[in-house]
């Protein structure tokens, strides 16, 4: 059974960083790429990163590029996503979602975890 | 950037069709995916590349792609159908887009 779980979500400061992490399970993690989603409280999803199952192509969204780093470890079956700079906007319930697609433009996403919920206030 | 518009919401009666449709500029030549989430629950996949139902998605679920709209059908619906539906493309300008969602609500 695919399973990916995030983890790592909680209160930071404004301006504050955090690491988020998503464990897979059931499914051969390093040959499918990952996204990050994420979703505003009472609002629609927002798609904000994708990596390829080698680390050697990944993409972000305009609104958090250069703020948000997305990283995985094969080894450990594991998917991160490094937020700095964190602002009260970045709240939202942050999904890892797996990739079928063959490439970047292909999707969909056919399995996600529950969500991390990520606050930024003071 | 590249749009999606959907209506925030769709009324249906239990056993009658319900109709989803998801606008976008020339949608029709690009590939869709349809997800269904309901309350405090991820996301799920129910209709990728337009109309292909992945495996455990009832039949009653299916879609079209053509013009300017593309439309998730729900047949048969039933209370359990209740749920926030999403459609979702790439788009060159846009990467990664999803539409505003809209409520389905069962009468």
């Known amino acids: 059974e695919v399973q990916l779980v995030e983890s790592g979500g909680g209160l930071v400061q404004p301006g504050g960083s955090l690491r988020i992490s998503c464990a897979a399970s059931g499914f051969s993690f390093s040959t499918y790429s990952m996204n990050w989603v994420r979703q505003a409280p009472g609002k629609g999803l927002e798609w904000i990163s994708w990596i390829d199952s080698s680390s050697s192509t990944i993409y972000y969204a305009d609104s958090v590029r250069g703020q948000f780093t997305i990283s995985r470890d094969n080894a450990k079956n594991s998917l991160y996503l490094e937020m700095n700079r964190l602002r009260a906007e970045d709240t939202a319930v942050y999904y890892c979602a797996r990739d079928r697609g063959y490439d970047f433009r292909s999707g969909p996403n056919d399995y996600w975890g529950q969500g991390t919920l990520v606050i930024v206030s003071s | 950037s590249y749009v999606l518009t959907q209506p925030p919401s769709v009324s249906v009666a239990p056993g009658k069709t319900a109709r989803i449709p998801c606008g976008g500029n020339?949608?029709?030549?690009?590939?869709v995916h349809w997800y269904q989430q309901k309350p405090g629950q991820a996301p799920v996949l129910v209709i990728d590349?337009?109309?292909d139902r992945p495996s455990g998605i009832p039949e009653r679920f299916s879609g079209s792609n053509s013009g300017n709209t593309a439309t998730l059908t729900i047949s048969r619906v039933e209370a359990g159908d209740e749920a926030d539906y999403y459609c979702?493309?790439?788009?060159?300008?846009?990467?990664?887009?999803f539409g505003g969602g809209t409520k389905l609500t069962v009468l």
């Open positions: 020339n949608i029709g030549s690009k590939s």
């Open positions: 979702q493309v790439w788009d060159s300008t846009s990467d990664w887009v």
């Open positions: 590349h337009d109309s």
